[in-house]
């Protein structure tokens, strides 16, 4: 391993440098964003492009570097990875070179018996991770910013030791020179599409009360899937840093693959593996932000004080303690937070820690496996929950509620839920947004909440909250800030919607 120090810089500013280099976005830019610091959740950010490998799931195939890979996806990912194996330097930040991209919640269906979804739009391939040999690490908290370097593909050491150098000082001068000067073009506002009305959502939430009546489940996550179409010359990095700045969150990211980008802001953590602890951070419960600072108190007060919300939280606690308990070694897993409250620009959350020490002979992909999707944004039980989310939802969810990370050449990795995330591919943009339904859920709040949620994507794109959604009728649901502070209320006044997504 090899490095230089160099004075921090912005991370956005950064990955625009680098993006430069590549006016047409070819660069398998990846920038992992803490755009919400925080001395342990939002402590390091990273950077890298030029990848040197390129693993992809299509199909149920693998394929590395486009040639396929035999085997289960994840196994297939281990085979790919295997060849550049190292030893993490404890005095640099966590993620020293290695895999960055995406697990798409569609890949559960391989991973478990649930049913596969009946259409699928095909933005998202199962599995997509781009391998860098190279990063910029930037540890917030120090005040520093590290350019590490492997030196892969190269395998001769004194081979490896030439690239290295030869790759620190190409980054180095890119992270020196000018930023591109930014797109302050404004963006026109943008008519979304939904995949459900009011009317067709308020009947997904009866059926889902219908399941829990029934015992098949306690709650499931139901969400809207929005889509619109992009003007020319649409910019997603401007697009990405007007939405760390509106709403900043500790795992947001920003990803070009494959002619796609992918722009998230997600509060979440779903998996981290550091020197065989595991930790996941459910969040379940969450209420709006106020501008008045005591109404905002009381709001998270209400929230720390919600019987219903606090239920929920402990409930997908339970769940994933025993998903950990599947991978970890037996009596380890411990809960050392337990309905915590986090607060975000737009929103309080009800969140909890659950960490475990990974069993002996495991690794990184087999937690993976015994933990996938999330269960914070499936429902409980987790698999009958999944079956029926496909039911009601139809479409495949593809990249939403699945993961976003890293996965180091040591064996580490550190993932975030893909909620409050975007996928753009040059003519289109796809956002999801959901919440848990119970059977307390009303429906038309629930509606309501699913909208709110998005408004704050929506607003980093048109530069100010979109007044209407296109629901695919005649008719279109009018949100304004008038609703907005209704729907607020609404959700404070019956415990809100219990899933962040």
């Known amino acids: ?72 996806p994840l196994a297939a990912l281990r085979t790919a990875l295997a060849p550049w194996r190292t030893t993490p330097d404890p005095a640099l930040p966590p993620f020293q070179g ?80 000018p930023e591109p000067v930014q797109d302050a073009a404004p963006v ?90 595991v930790e996941t951070r459910p969040i379940k419960g ?23 919300e606090r239920a929920e939280n402990v409930m997908i606690v339970d769940l994933l303690r025993n998903d950990l308990s599947r991978i970890c070694a037996p009596h380890s897993v411990v809960v050392p937070t337990l309905c915590g409250l986090e607060t975000y620009a737009g929103v309080h959350h009800l969140v909890s820690a659950v960490t475990g020490t990974l069993r002996e002979g495991a690794d990184g992909l087999d937690l993976l496996a015994a933990t996938f999707p999330g269960g914070s944004i499936t429902g409980a039980p987790k698999l009958r929950a999944m079956d029926i989310i496909t039911e009601i939802e139809g479409d495949a969810r593809e990249l939403y509620c699945g993961a976003i990370g890293w996965i180091g050449f040591d064996g580490s990795l550190d993932t975030s839920i893909a909620i409050r995330t975007v996928v753009t591919d040059g003519t289109r943009a796809v956002l999801q947004a959901g919440g848990g339904v119970t059977l307390l859920s009303d429906p038309e709040a629930e509606y309501r909440e699913t909208l709110t949620k998005a408004e704050r994507v929506f607003a980093a794109f048109a530069g100010a909250f979109s007044d209407e959604v296109d629901t695919g009728s005649s008719k279109k649901t009018r949100h304004n800030r008038r609703d907005r502070a209704t729907s607020d209320r609404s959700a404070i006044g019956r415990g809100s919607s219990g899933e962040g997504a």
């Not at 230089?4 to 810089?9: F, H, K």
């Not at 889509?227 to 697009?239: H, I, N, R, S, V």
């Not at 920003?254 to 779903?270: I, K």
Request: aromatic content about 10%.
């Open 1 to 72: 391993m090899w490095s230089r120090t160099v004075p921090l810089l912005d991370p956005a500013a950064a990955a625009s440098r680098l993006r430069g280099r590549h006016p047409r976005g070819r660069s398998g830019l990846a920038l992992l964003d803490s755009a919400m610091r925080h001395d342990s959740l939002g402590r390091h950010s990273y950077l890298a492009a030029d990848p040197f490998g390129c693993f992809r799931v299509r199909g149920g195939r693998a394929f590395w570097n486009g040639a396929p890979v035999p085997g289960a």
């Open 98 to 177: 290695g895999a960055i991209g995406y697990a798409a919640y569609d890949l559960g269906a391989s991973l478990e018996r649930v049913a596969a979804p009946a259409r699928r739009a095909g933005l998202t391939d199962d599995l997509a991770f781009d391998v860098y040999a190279t990063v910029v690490a930037f540890d917030h908290r120090a005040g520093t910013c590290h350019l590490i370097a492997t030196g892969f593909p190269e395998t001769d050491p004194a081979a490896r030791a030439a690239k290295a150098a030869s790759d620190l000082d190409a980054l180095e001068a890119a992270l020196a020179g």
């Open 188 to 277: 026109p506002p943008l008519t979304w599409r939904s995949n459900f009305t009011a009317e067709t959502y308020a009947r997904a939430v009866e059926r889902v009360r219908d399941y829990i009546r029934a015992g098949d489940i306690y709650q499931a996550n139901i969400a809207q899937r929005f889509e619109a179409d992009l003007p020319p010359g649409f910019d997603a990095f401007a697009f990405y840093r007007r939405l760390r700045a509106r709403n900043p969150a500790p795992f947001a990211a920003y990803l070009e693959l494959d002619g796609l980008t992918v722009a998230s802001s997600s509060p979440e953590r779903f998996l981290r593996l550091d020197g065989g602890q």
């Open 286 to 308: 969450t209420a709006p932000r106020s501008t008045d600072p005591a109404e905002d108190r009381a709001r998270a007060e209400a929230l720390l004080a919600s019987d219903k």
